[in-house]
C-alpha cells in the first residue's frame, strides 16, 4: 500500500536504536520501538499528510489495519494520529474497527486515545451505539474493553450522561485490576471538573478502591 509504504519510508530513515531501549522500558518491554520521539513522529507524519493528501479523502480503514500490523510501536501512534485528523469523517460503521484496534496490541497508551476521542465522538453523534455495543463493553471480560466503555464520556464535560457512568462504574467496582480502578478514577476526576457535588456524593457512597476514591478526589 502506497501511504503506509510511505510512512515506512519516513521513520525507517528516522529509527534510533538508542532511543528505542529506554522507550521500549517505559512501555514495560511490551512492544518493540523504532526509537522516534514524540515531536519528531508528529514532525514526519505532518510531511506525510501534506505529500499525501490522505486526509483531503474518505476514512482509510486499510491504512489503519496496516499499521497496526507493523511491530514497532510508533506506527500505531501513526495510526492512532491519522484517527485523531480525521475524527470527523468517522461514522458509526467505523465503531466495530475500533473495538478491534482495542483489543489488539491493547495497552493504555492506545486504549486512552481510542475510548475518549473517537469511539467518543462516534457515541456523541450516534447515541444508539452506547446500547447496540458500549454497554456490552462495560461488562465483557477483557479489561481493556471495560476501561474503554468506562473512559469514552472522558471529554464530554456537560454533556456526560451520568446515570450511564456512574452504572458503569458500579459494574466495575469491585474489580482489583489497576486498569479499571484508575479509569474509575479518572473518569470521576474529569467529571468532577463539571459536577463536583455529584461526584463528592457519588464517591462518599458507592463502595470503591481506595485509588479509585484518590483519583476520583483530586479536585473535590
Wanted: aromatic content about 12%; cysteine-free.
Amino acid at each position: 500500500m502506497k501511504n503506509v509504504d510511505a510512512v515506512m519510508e519516513l521513520f525507517e530513515a528516522n529509527r534510533n536504536e538508542e532511543n528505542a531501549i529506554p522507550m521500549q522500558n517505559y512501555m514495560r518491554n511490551q512492544f518493540p520501538f523504532l526509537g522516534i520521539k514524540t515531536t519528531e513522529r508528529k514532525e514526519l507524519m505532518k510531511q506525510f499528510f501534506q505529500t499525501s493528501n490522505i486526509l483531503k479523502q474518505p476514512f482509510q480503514s486499510d491504512f489503519v489495519k496496516a499499521l497496526w500490523k507493523k511491530d514497532e510501536r510508533e506506527y500505531q501512534y501513526a495510526a492512532l494520529l491519522y484517527i485523531e485528523k480525521i475524527i470527523k469523517k468517522l461514522d458509526k460503521e467505523d465503531l466495530p474497527l475500533l473495538e478491534e484496534l482495542i483489543l489488539t496490541k491493547s495497552w493504555w497508551d492506545t486504549v486512552d486515545v481510542l475510548a475518549p476521542k473517537p469511539v467518543g465522538f462516534i457515541a456523541a453523534h450516534h447515541h444508539e451505539v452506547i446500547a447496540e455495543r458500549i454497554d456490552r463493553w462495560a461488562v465483557e471480560e477483557n479489561i481493556w474493553i471495560r476501561r474503554s466503555a468506562i473512559l469514552f464520556q472522558l471529554k464530554y464535560k456537560d454533556k456526560t450522561n451520568e446515570d450511564l457512568l456512574y452504572r458503569y462504574i458500579k459494574m466495575n467496582a469491585d474489580d482489583k485490576e489497576f486498569f479499571i480502578q484508575k479509569a474509575i478514577g479518572w473518569a470521576l476526576r474529569e467529571y468532577s471538573k463539571t459536577n463536583p457535588h455529584s461526584v463528592k456524593q457519588f464517591i462518599e457512597t458507592q463502595a470503591l478502591s481506595n485509588l479509585s476514591i484518590r483519583e476520583g478526589s483530586k479536585y473535590i
